[in-house]
């Protein structure tokens, strides 16, 4: 049990925790921003957390509050801009949250936040329809040296698009990149065979892949996912290009401390316990737990990868 109860304006937590919550916070439900429709990874991620949140944790209510567009942007300013008083956190997703600094866009920085941690990561991959004669990373290069081919893409700024630049430097060529404004349209050019390929992430073709319904030739990490063993990487293949996206926790900067450390403290108990890993196996979505800390250097890092791919290609 992480059930906890207040006694004489302090809470001692039981079962996972041992930690012992101050004062009276909190008082009412707290809003979780999440930066895109609802039924996405991102939402579901955010949704699985707040289920064994309520569950376990009594007085602490969650409600949802979609903000899509701009690919994240609308939602990861909401939260940037949130009354750090502990009633609004949010999600985030890489590495559409550095490109909008990167690229100039963004009224937020990283110093906007209070990173809490990540949560899942969703390897990229690159998938082609069925019946293609793409059959790896080589074909895919040589193919677009031939002819034009028509690579679709999750928008401008986003980890296909990135990814799609990184391997069109590592491979000298050039796509005619087809931006959408989801996954779903992603799978649709596939399925359908409108495209020639597209980069993507595990948990969106993972399912039709194994279906035979389409074919991923390249997962886009430094080792083999243990999801799909089978499949080699673009490094294997002789193209080191790497591009994962991950999902996780931030609050606005400068909430009271202790309330702070109430929010991290149960983030990271949650995505401890064996009922959240489950959950998560039965959902697709592939986590990827890292402290506020370690999270944060990633970020940073990753920003500065980014910040280097559009000094190449401004987008």
């Excluded at 959950?279 to 737990?289: M, S, V």
């Amino acid at each position: 049990m992480l059930k906890r109860a207040f006694i004489l304006g302090a809470a001692l937590a039981v079962g996972l925790s041992g930690v012992a919550y101050a004062g009276e916070y909190p008082s009412k439900s707290i809003t979780i921003i999440v930066p895109s429709k609802a039924g996405g990874s991102t939402d579901r991620t955010a949704r699985l957390f707040t289920e064994l949140a309520e569950k376990n944790y009594e007085g602490f209510e969650f409600v949802i509050k979609n903000i899509p567009g701009s690919g994240g942007q609308k939602g990861f300013e909401a939260i940037a801009r949130a009354k750090a008083d502990g009633y609004t956190i949010g999600l985030n997703f890489t590495p559409q949250l550095v490109a909008h600094v990167v690229s100039g866009r963004a009224k937020y920085t990283l110093d906007s936040f209070h990173v809490m941690g990540n949560v899942a990561q969703d390897p990229a991959i690159v998938a082609v329809p069925k019946d293609s004669p793409i059959m790896n990373m080589a074909d895919l290069a040589a193919a677009a040296k031939a002819g034009s081919l028509t690579v679709m893409v999750n928008g401008i700024g986003s980890d296909d698009f990135l990814a799609a630049k990184s391997f069109e430097a590592a491979a000298g060529v050039e796509f005619n990149l087809l931006p959408t404004k989801g996954s779903t349209e992603q799978k649709a050019g596939v399925l359908g065979g409108h495209v020639d390929a597209a980069f993507m992430n595990l948990s969106q073709m993972i399912k039709q892949h194994k279906a035979g319904d389409a074919r991923i030739i390249a997962l886009l990490t430094e080792e083999r996912d243990s999801h799909l063993p089978e499949m080699g990487t673009a490094k294997e293949q002789g193209y080191p290009v790497f591009m994962r996206a991950t999902r996780g926790f931030v609050a606005p900067a400068g909430i009271d401390a202790d309330i702070q450390a109430q929010l991290d403290k149960m983030l990271a108990e949650v995505m401890a316990s064996d009922e959240f890993k489950a959950n998560a196996a039965k959902g697709n979505i592939f986590l990827l737990p890292q402290t506020g800390a370690d999270y944060l250097a990633y970020l940073t890092g990753l920003q500065a990868e980014t910040q280097a791919v559009f000094d190449k290609a401004p987008w």
